[in-house]
């Protein structure tokens, strides 16, 4: 059934099953589209070096469209220096979440070569989601974008998106994080909460208590969520 090899691959990826590298490659070739999304995406979150070379391959086979955003994404994700290049050069591609890849791979191979054309786009890219892949990028490369991360964050379409970066960026959010949990927008209140939750530590929790007590019952689940991750057994 392909649908339960699609769902395989995904929770391969949920779980980071390094082991399934070997099998996730042979899915690439799977008879299915489906199945080879899943699995170039799964390869991807496992951050599997071994991967580049035939995910490099899809790409140039898809050229656009979910194939090419599947492998675009996974190189992004593994962000080896040898797919520097192709990041530049989809960069100005038609397909936003293909500029979205793009600006990520570019940022976790740490070229900082692209700063300046990266910063460019932090403003002028008229996809949300390419602006806030955009910040996340440069605060990678070592430019204090943080701020700027969660800002764009404000529209709902991208606040998942927003908090994926921050998980990744981890720890070092946490002081910019902590003042946006008085925020005027509920759902932002609520988004910070639970990144907190992940990212967080001791010197987080009154802040958190604080937010137990928030006008807005989603902020104040979240907050309890949050809390409960972070306080000992």
Not at 79 to 105: C, H, M, N, W
């Amino acid at each position: 059934d392909p649908a339960v090899r699609a769902g395989a691959a995904r929770v391969i990826a949920r779980l980071k099953v390094t082991e399934a590298g070997d099998a996730l490659i042979k899915a690439i070739n799977d008879s299915k589209a489906d199945v080879r999304y899943a699995s170039m995406r799964a390869l991807g979150a496992l951050r599997e070096q071994r991967a580049v070379g035939a995910l490099t391959e899809q790409l140039a086979y898809y050229k656009k469209g979910e194939g090419a955003w599947s492998a675009l994404d996974a190189l992004a994700r593994i962000a080896s220096p040898a797919s520097v290049q192709i990041f530049k050069d989809r960069l100005r591609d038609r397909d936003p979440y293909i500029r979205r890849a793009a600006t990520e791979g570019l940022g976790r191979a740490g070229d900082t070569a692209s700063i300046e054309t990266l910063e460019a786009n932090t403003s002028t890219d008229d996809a949300a989601m390419v602006r806030l892949a955009t910040a996340f990028a440069l605060q990678k490369l070592g430019r204090n974008y943080a701020a700027r991360i969660v800002d764009l964050m404000a529209s709902p379409k991208v606040t998942a998106q927003g908090q994926e970066y921050l998980l990744e960026l981890g720890p070092p959010m946490v002081p910019t994080l902590i003042p946006r949990l008085q925020d005027p927008d509920a759902e932002m209140r609520e988004a910070v909460a639970d990144v907190l939750g992940v990212i967080g530590d001791a010197t987080t929790l009154p802040a958190l208590e604080a937010a137990t007590k928030d006008r807005d019952a989603s902020v104040v689940s979240a907050a309890k969520r949050a809390l409960a991750r972070l306080r000992p057994p």
